[in-house]
């Protein structure tokens, strides 16, 4: 194969083909039918490898590897970027920049919302090294007609600048995670600030031809993701026969702002079965079958930086409020656990369920797990406040110690807007004594006020 110039034709129509972003880029395509690795040029069409600037698509079953040998910086990434096509990645070292979209199974032609018909299959495949987007969006099924896949087993993917990872934006899109990192870190200036978002089933009810499915899983059983927003779709109506949704949350740990549905006609699904759950604002109703809800102090948005959070996306401000909006519920089964930090009088995390909805319901079972902090050893007789609703059961055992041996009791009382409030009481050792009100005890006081109904745009 000769070499040609990179102004020349490679491939009549693919060539032609850029994004409106990217009139001035080169598509370069892959032309290996097989698995080759990125940087040698013979594994490209034209015997050119990508260099900063292109637009690279892989379109003909191949496979791209980037290893620990590559520093590479691009504009955009398509893998199976038409209806029939197919395209892969591999990444197990190196780095990887994009100043525009990665898209996995997207159609030719179009952006944003115009993006509606084809589609191929694309897979990426990350076990190291970093991969960073630091303009664009991450699709995920981009097209009536796609399906993309990213695993993620290892090495780490950061999204600045850019707003969104869409999985299933109009095509099907699957993202499984066992390890590394994701952070949607988001722009920190502009309107935009704080608006990093995985999407679930994006543009499923956007007007026009080829709607597509819009259908969008991921599944977390180790590493982290952290995000201000987990979004199911972005439209509240109109959402195509066949528009399914899910999170499930296994293990690794899901440090998020804002949980919550907008397309209220999908099938959306939440599932947490093990892993840690952190979250500032959750808008459904959960069931926690065996992970661990932890409140959390996030500060999305900054103009200069994320002040809760380190560069890798974790909380350096532990103690914190989760607060259930718009959603009734919050369900804790046999294996499930809730995680109590305390720093002090008056500093612990709190939970409050119920706000904006007429009950707000809490059953607690399982563990309630307390942490001192910062060698705060609290005295015989103590209290702390931990979680409000309208009605809350609790069965829960409470495990944790201060440094002088003392233990905790939880008990359910009629805090001062007549919600209940869940108690724990610094008692003599665990399990010593059974305070009025403790595990087991229902009360069923419900408060006669109205509550204001939270309004989210």
Known sequence: MSPRSRTTPLITG?????????????????????????????????????????????????????????????????????????????????????????????????????STTGGGTGLLEQSGGTIAMSGGNFNIGFGDTSV????????????????????????????????????????????????????????????????????????????????????????????PTGSTNVFNLKGGS???????????????????????????????????????????????????AQPSLTAAGVQTSPIGTTTFTLANSYIQSSTGTLSIEIGGPGSNDFVDIGAGAPVGTASLAGHISVSLLNFFNPTLGSTFDVLTADVITDTSAVLGQTSSGLGFASSVVIGNDERQVLRLTVVPEPGAFILLGAAGLVLSMRRNRAKAVIQHS
């Open 148 to 239: 993309g896949t990213y695993n993620l087993t290892g090495g780490s993917f950061e999204l600045d600048f850019g707003t969104i990872i869409a999985v299933g934006n109009r095509g099907t899109g699957t993202i499984n995670q066992s390890a590394g990192s994701i952070y949607v870190r988001g722009p920190l200036t502009g309107t935009a600030t704080g608006t990093g978002q995985v999407n679930l089933g994006r543009n499923g009810a956007v007007a026009g031809t080829n709607p597509g499915t819009s259908s969008g899983s991921y599944t977390l059983s180790g590493g982290s993701l952290t995000a201000a927003q987990l979004r199911y779709g972005n439209s509240p109506s109109g959402a």
């Open 14 to 114: 693919l060539a032609a083909i850029l994004f409106a972003s990217s009139t001035h880029a080169v598509t370069v395509v892959w032309d290996n039918p097989g698995i080759g690795i990125w940087k040698d040029a013979v594994n490209w069409a034209g015997d050119v490898a990508p260099v900063a600037g292109d637009d690279v698509r892989i379109n003909n079953t191949g496979t791209a590897v980037i290893d620990s040998s590559h520093t590479i910086t691009i504009l955009d990434v398509i893998l199976g970027p038409a209806t029939g096509e197919n395209g892969n990645l591999q990444m197990t070292g190196g780095s990887l920049t994009t100043t525009s979209d990665i898209r996995i199974g997207a159609p030719l032609t179009g952006t944003g919302t115009t």
């Open 254 to 304: 899901l440090t998020i702002g804002t949980i919550s549905i907008v397309n209220v006609n999908a099938s959306n699904a939440f599932n947490f079965t093990g892993g840690v759950l952190s979250a500032t604002s959750i808008a459904i109703p959960l069931t926690n079958n065996g992970g661990t809800l932890s409140p959390a102090s996030l500060a999305f948005g900054s103009a200069t």
